[in-house]
């Protein structure tokens, strides 16, 4: 990784998926909602010492994932995927956050009228 700090490239990469991060020491905090947060932390359980930090790990709600430290695109592809498995998150703003990244003003505000057109409509019938 040429001397490139892996845990703020792994939030960056986050960051561009809409995932609110924060960064402690060599962890990377997911801000889920008030006082909710799933930690991205080296692996250090169940590995030989040589390997010591070569993958993330992150567990939250009885599930748990793990990528390789070096990879953070790849690491926060699979967080992206874990992140909207989780039953809780549905209705969320971050979850709103992660599905508008990328969308410019005016295609947000299409589907801002559009939904509301649909409600509209809904309550004719």
Do not use: C
């Not at 991060?21 to 692996?43: N, Q, T």
């Not at 010492?49 to 009885?62: F, K, L």
């Not at 793990?66 to 699979?78: I, L, M, Q, S, T």
């Amino acid at each position: 990784m040429g001397g490139v700090n892996p845990t703020i490239q792994l939030a960056a990469a986050l960051d561009r998926r809409g995932v609110t991060v924060s960064i402690d020491h060599d962890r990377v905090r997911i801000h889920l909602g008030e006082f909710k947060y799933v930690v991205i932390k080296p692996r250090t359980e169940g590995v030989k010492v040589h390997d010591y930090g070569r993958e993330w790990s992150w567990t939250y709600g009885g599930e748990a994932g793990r990528h390789p430290r070096d990879d953070y695109e790849g690491a926060a592809k699979a967080v992206e995927k874990f992140l909207r498995n989780l039953p809780g998150l549905a209705e969320t703003a971050l979850l709103y956050r992660m599905d508008h990244m990328g969308m410019s003003f005016e295609e947000e505000t299409q589907e801002a009228l559009d939904r509301a057109r649909r409600k509209k409509i809904s309550y004719k019938r």
